[in-house]
């Protein structure tokens, strides 16, 4: 049937390209106006009872997504005219910037930041700086207004008094970030000798990425360059350069045009991805034309040579491209859509790959010329007969069989133990995607030495009805909760609606610190948030009907222990002391999306690495028939898993949501090497009575190009280690190092098992 297909494709050939050329540039112009962007929605799992509480509440309270700008006095204070008129042009500047939320402005010559004052039998909320200071008896007043009201110092202002933080933020829908890029190089630009300025924040994080794109396209350039000339190196004629070319290119076209097709946006960390996946492309059709090349000088017939190599690697290809395609696709287990997009548009890239190599391939091999070019340098004959020797040395006794499959048991269980210590979510997303010393890095340093912290933990206490919060025993509730949790989660600072209360209680009594108490009438509470509302800065602490309050948690370390501590105090307080009057809702701010993030890697992880092995076991076990044949294909798949990960944990990369869809595809690709193997040995029906024979022909012909295509993977993927981004650079090393543990596996592992296995007569 293959065969009948292969003729029928070449006698229509003409009609079949112009088809094929038509779909390629229609894909292709959907490929030129794909969008290159991030959207936060799509890295939050949307099922997760903390995603939930911060879409539910985040109209109120405001977005996770804050921008923060330390402005720094090199010489003296902060109190100084020039130094407070350029706060106000950055925190105009932010007000103005698209996407931000005006009521989530925070600065200390903002308006909404205010002070208290007694005025007879009355406490109002007057704006800490009402009109730029002009002299220094103005800046005396102001200092005076930070240093007389709690919430200001350690906050916007730093307890050195040299550095004022202001802060935005930025609703991820409307977050535009080349206007962000533009606004912040604006702002920096108000620098000079006596003013340093920090920017950071997680929206200002993904615009860095976005500058880098040009430069990742840069280097994918070379990578595709690198190819070609591998590809001549190796086939020594162009023939062998353009088929392979021009069936990634297909493959590429078909898969992002397809992306774009389906609406998805490219987010600019996984530009890598495309690159893996155009090498696989080029892997299944090095393939086909070394064994294209090889059975063309046996029987000098173009179309005979055509026919053949493909009917011979129709069916392994079949099993190599169904099982990247489909192990990619269960990444969409995963609960986060990012995930679930990835696994669309890199499946599909990946059945596409299929059309690419057994239909546009055997068809442009129609319209060349007969091979005539010769292998030479690293391609040469005598190096791949050294190379044959060598990996054949692994399996010629029964001795060294066993020692191979003994060791690679051995690394598994060591690798798998070693791996056990990798942490999810471990760094700060700053630090995991951009270098130590980065400016974006530096600020964030910056922000934390200076201020209470730039990562906030919010929860949410709602009531069962309006003025839930002004019930005394809500209110005391509230304040045991921030006590609780202050002492046991590792929080530098916290502010909720009880600190409010208990402060204005105080005003009320003549600033007397004894009477600092929460009051015993629900009618007072009531007269003091009334009292509170003319500043808008407050309403991120309470709704305006009083059904709603929050507990805001500042940190000034990220790290999954201390995520994972704040989450466990909240819940061990949650059941502890139940309440029938208001609920607890868990959690907003960005630490809680970020500890949400986390959950679903952790959970996606094991999930996918399950989904995508069980389906390698199902499709390798019907496409040879045999239950024996996993178990000779999956153990190096295993290993070179759990390799990466002692990898990750000795490198220091942690596991996140943007590595996870890196790793995850690496998990199923790597099974193509060990395919290719065992079906060329099984070509060979008297294996049995010449065993190292027919190893080693399949090592001359088939491991020949499984050398030439992993050499040729971990190369296209090795220029991304100068990257300007570290987190490309690190992914690149992992899928380098995947490459190469399964291509080793392909060349010593499966040849082993395949040995012991269809020698002891298990395999059938």
């Not at 078909?254 to 996946?277: F, K, N, S, T, Y």
């Not at 990444?331 to 696994?343: D, F, Q, R, T």
């Amino acid at each position: 049937m293959v065969e009948r297909y292969l003729r029928f494709l070449l006698r229509r050939r003409a009609a079949i390209l112009v088809v094929m050329g038509l779909i390629t540039a229609f894909f292709g112009y959907r490929t030129a106006i794909l969008r290159i962007r991030t959207n936060f929605f799509e890295l939050y799992p949307p099922r997760h009872e903390f995603i939930k509480t911060y879409r539910k509440f985040r109209d109120l309270f405001g977005t996770a997504n804050l921008l923060t700008i330390v402005m720094e006095a090199k010489k003296g204070t902060i109190y100084n005219v020039e130094f407070f008129d350029k706060a106000d042009k950055i925190t105009r500047t932010l007000m103005d910037t698209k996407g931000v939320n005006p009521f989530q402005i925070m600065s200390i010559v903002h308006p909404s930041t205010k002070g208290f004052l007694v005025k007879g039998y009355w406490v109002d909320a007057v704006s800490i700086v009402l009109a730029l200071p002009k002299n220094q008896a103005d800046l005396d007043e102001i200092r005076l207004k930070v240093l007389k009201n709690p919430g200001i110092r350690g906050f916007l202002v730093s307890e050195d008094e040299k550095s004022i933080l202001i802060l935005a933020g930025l609703w991820e829908e409307q977050l535009d970030f080349k206007d962000l890029w533009n606004r912040v190089q604006g702002i920096k630009a108000l620098e000079d000798d006596n003013v340093k300025i920090y920017a950071t924040g997680f929206p200002l994080l993904y615009a860095w990425l976005h500058q880098y794109i040009p430069t990742i396209f840069l280097i994918l350039f070379i990578t595709f360059l690198c190819m070609a000339i591998l590809l001549f190196f190796f086939f020594g004629d162009l023939k062998g350069v353009g088929v392979p070319l021009c069936s990634a290119l297909v493959g590429a076209v078909w898969g992002l045009g397809m992306a774009e097709v389906v609406g998805l946006a490219l987010d600019p960390l996984l530009l890598v991805v495309p690159v893996l996946l155009s090498a696989r492309c080029l892997s299944h059709s090095v393939q086909v034309m070394e064994r294209y090349y090889n059975d063309y000088r046996t029987s000098q017939n173009l179309e005979e040579s055509i026919v053949s190599s493909f009917r011979a690697l129709t069916i392994p290809g079949t099993l190599g491209i169904l099982a990247d395609g489909l192990g990619i696709l269960t990444i969409a287990v995963s609960g986060i859509p990012l995930m679930w997009k990835l696994a669309i548009y890199s499946s599909f890239w990946l059945i596409s790959i299929m059309v690419a190599v057994f239909l546009v391939s055997p068809i442009l091999l129609s319209y060349a010329s007969p091979p005539h070019g010769r292998a030479r340098g690293f391609g040469s004959e005598a190096f791949y007969e050294r190379f044959a020797r060598f990996h054949l040395a692994f399996i010629k006794t029964n001795r060294r069989q066993w020692a191979v499959v003994v060791t690679t048991f051995v690394l598994i269980v060591v690798c798998g133990l070693i791996g056990r210590n990798l942490k999810v979510g471990d760094v700060t997303p700053g630090r995991a995607i951009l270098k130590e010393d980065h400016p974006y890095n530096v600020a964030y340093r910056k922000l934390n030495t200076s201020f209470y912290g730039g990562n906030q933990f919010i929860i949410v206490a709602e009531g069962k009805s309006e003025g839930a919060m002004k019930e005394i025993e809500n209110l005391r509730l509230l304040q045991k909760f921030e006590r609780h949790l202050a002492q046991t989660s590792g929080a530098k600072a916290s502010v909720t609606l009880t600190d409010l209360v208990k402060r204005v209680t105080r005003l009320f009594r003549e600033n007397d610190p004894n009477w600092e108490v929460l009051p015993y009438r629900p009618r007072d509470v009531g007269g003091i948030a009334f009292t509170l509302r003319s500043g808008r800065e407050l309403n991120r602490l309470y709704s305006s009907d009083l059904k709603t309050a929050t507990i805001t948690l500042f940190f000034t370390d990220y790290s999954s222990d201390v995520v994972r501590r704040a989450v466990a105090a909240s819940r061990d307080f949650i059941r502890s002391n139940p309440s029938e009057n208001m609920t607890i809702h868990l959690a907003g701010g960005l630490l809680g999306v970020l500890a949400a993030v986390n959950d679903e890697v952790e959970r996606s992880y094991w999930l996918i690495l399950f989904s995508v092995l069980a389906t390698m076991f199902v499709l390798v076990t019907i496409f040879y028939r045999s239950i024996i044949a996993p178990f000779i294909l999956l153990p190096s798949l295993i290993l070179s898993q759990f390799l990466s990960e002692v990898v990750m944990y000795v490198a220091g990369i942690d596991m996140n949501i943007n590595s996870l869809p890196v790793a995850a595809v690496g998990i199923g690709i790597g099974i193509d090497y060990g395919i290719y193997m065992l079906s060329r040995i099984e070509e060979e029906k008297d294996w049995k009575s010449r065993p190292v024979e027919v190893f080693d022909l399949a090592l001359r012909t088939t491991g020949k190009a499984v050398l030439f295509t992993a050499t040729t993977m971990v190369l296209s993927v090795a220029f991304f280690l100068f990257s300007p981004v570290k987190f490309t650079s690190e992914m690149a090393l992992l899928l380098a190092i995947l490459m190469a543990i399964n291509m080793t596996g392909g060349l010593v592992i499966v040849p082993a098992l395949t040995r012991i296995l269809k020698g002891s007569g298990l395999y059938f």
